[in-house]
Nanobody, 120 residues
Framework: QVRLVESGGGLVQPGGSLSLSCAVS????????VGWYRQAPGKPRAFVAS???????NYESSVKDRFAISRDNSKNTVILQMNSLKPEDTGVYYCNLGSYSGTYYPDDYWGQGTQVTVSS
């Protein structure tokens, strides 16, 4: 049984920063990776960033120079540090357990989501 729990969302002004955490528990394999997705109002869920067990990272182009994904394997936690936030970053952020082979492949393991609102 895999469980993912996100935390750290909130309201922030444009240009500000937020750090999201994803705590992962359950049966996890060495080839698993963790991804972050976001869903803006009225839009489909979209890939943001991913990280493998070995630390290989992958980013959606609009966040590549502003967001940083990292992991603490001792705590089974993945962090998404978001800087220089823009109103278009607003949405519900979800973490996912999947795999990576040149691109991120999500499995059907999702957290409950955490709301991020960027507004003045």
């Amino acid at each position: 049984q895999v469980r993912l729990v996100e935390s750290g969302g909130g309201l922030v002004q444009p240009g500000g920063s937020l750090s999201l955490s994803c705590a992962v528990s359950g049966t996890i394999y060495s080839d698993n990776a963790v991804g972050w997705y976001r869903q803006a109002p009225g839009k489909p869920r979209a890939f943001v960033a991913s990280i493998t067990n070995g630390g290989t990272t992958n980013y959606e182009s609009s966040v590549k120079d502003r967001f940083a994904i990292s992991r603490d394997n001792s705590k089974n936690t993945v962090i998404l540090q978001m800087n220089s936030l823009k109103p278009e970053d607003t949405g519900v952020y979800y973490c996912n357990l999947g795999s990576y082979s040149g691109t991120y492949y999500p499995d059907d393991y999702w957290g409950q989501g955490t709301q991020v609102t960027v507004s003045s």
